[in-house]
């Protein structure tokens, strides 16, 4: 069965452009015009993947990417974003809203091609499963890959498939600061490029789950220059802290 792919653009000629381009790279496609209709597909077909872009008519592409996070029925669908704003605060809300991936227009066919094809390999549950069949423990963390959950301490943790697939990255080199080059090609799954506000913006969303005071974190550092380090506390110290605190 070919994948499925919802394209919401209110450009008909960059829309068509896309969506012919996906249909010669074996990918079914649907389109909408603007963020009410789109809404509604993403509920009724339950695409593999949505591209939506940022300024539409009737409802924005940002509150569009929110309500489907909101719903249960579409909260994991990816989203790659397709949009004329190319500021780093428009790429922050972007992602923020719950976008996977950001594409500024104009762009090459190539790269959304590679960028779709990231996206869809990533967030394929099978795979994903597959890949992480066992789970990871360190201390006080456990991921738990069938279900896309931290057991962090005590607590049952939610976590989205990129947040999931950025901690596995670090926990996998614990220890070891992890440049941002090495997360992007692995956790993305295509070439690093300059720009990344991708990352930074999902540390902090990890962060908020699991540090006490994430605007200083214990756990998930930054090592300035050269990227992300997982420090996590053995077994032996998490008895200490858990006897300390009795």
Not at 94 to 105: E, I, V
Not at 137 to 145: E, Q, R, S
Not at 156 to 171: I, M, P, Y
Not at 209 to 231: F, Q, S
Request: proline content about 6%; overall charge negative; charged content about 25%.
């Amino acid at each position: 069965m070919m994948p499925r792919i919802l394209v919401i653009d209110d450009d008909a000629a960059i829309a068509e452009l896309v969506a012919v381009n996906l249909e010669m790279a074996g990918y079914e496609v649907t389109q909408a015009e603007d963020g009410i209709k789109g809404q509604a597909l993403a509920i009724q077909m339950l695409p593999d993947l949505i591209m939506l872009d940022l300024m539409l008519p009737r409802v924005d592409g940002f509150t569009v990417c929110q309500r489907l996070r909101r719903d249960d029925r579409t909260s994991d669908i990816p989203v790659l974003m397709l949009t004329a704003l190319s500021q780093t605060q428009d790429k922050v809300e972007g992602f923020n809203s719950g976008a996977d991936d950001y594409l500024t227009k104009p762009f090459e066919l190539e790269e959304m091609l590679a960028r779709v094809r990231a996206l869809l390999r990533r967030t394929d549950r099978i795979p994903q499963a597959a890949k992480h069949s066992e789970i990871l423990n360190y201390g006080p963390l456990t991921l738990v890959p069938e279900r896309f959950e931290a057991v962090w301490y005590v607590n049952t943790v939610k976590l989205t498939h990129l947040e999931f697939e950025l901690l596995h990255c670090l926990l996998q080199r614990h220890g070891q600061t992890v440049s941002p080059s090495e997360i992007l090609k692995e956790v993305w799954g295509y070439d690093p490029d300059d720009d990344i506000e991708t990352i930074r913006v999902h540390i902090r969303h990890l962060r908020t789950k699991m540090e006490p005071d994430p605007r200083h974190p214990r756990y998930i550092k930054t090592v300035y220059g050269a990227g992300y380090c997982l420090e996590l506390p053995n077994n032996e110290q998490v008895a200490e802290e858990t006897k300390s605190s009795a």
